[in-house]
């Protein structure tokens, strides 16, 4: 869900692809360790390459409202690595430059 890439138009529309990617953004969300003081629903956007085997490559920051609060979000992208390898239908993702944009968790009190 809201997974962008020019590059990649018509990988992304299959639905193999998109299910793919909503287990990567579930996976980093339970990863994901909130620094103090952080309000939720702050959007953070990360661009980040996944290979077939499912290891993440080239992970970084593109947007973030707070520097703390994007650093975190790598943090978890990277501690979720190495995600579920790509199915068949999924591998026209592989090693291609995914942008995408996470909703930080509620923060913990």
């Given at each position: 869900?809201?997974?962008?890439?020019?590059?990649?138009?018509?990988?992304?529309?299959?639905?193999?692809?998109?299910?793919?990617?909503d287990k990567v953004?579930?996976?980093?969300?339970?990863?994901?360790?909130?620094?103090?003081?952080?309000?939720?629903?702050?959007?953070?956007?990360?661009?980040?390459?996944?290979?077939?085997?499912?290891?993440?490559?080239s992970v970084s920051?593109?947007?973030?409202?707070?520097?703390?609060?994007?650093?975190?979000?790598?943090?978890?992208?990277?501690?979720?690595?190495?995600?579920?390898?790509?199915?068949?239908?999924?591998?026209?993702?592989?090693?291609?430059?995914?942008?995408?944009?996470?909703?930080?968790?509620?923060?913990?009190?």
């Amino acid at each position: 869900s809201g997974m962008m890439s020019q590059s990649a138009g018509q990988c992304l529309g299959k639905p193999a692809v998109q299910h793919y990617l909503d287990k990567v953004q579930v996976r980093t969300l339970d990863r994901w360790i909130l620094p103090p003081g952080i309000d939720a629903g702050q959007n953070v956007t990360l661009r980040f390459q996944l290979d077939v085997a499912g290891s993440a490559m080239s992970v970084s920051l593109v947007k973030a409202t707070d520097n703390a609060l994007g650093a975190s979000a790598v943090d978890a992208l990277r501690s979720a690595a190495p995600f579920p390898p790509m199915p068949d239908e999924a591998r026209c993702l592989a090693r291609v430059p995914i942008t995408a944009t996470f909703s930080n968790p509620v923060a913990s009190s």
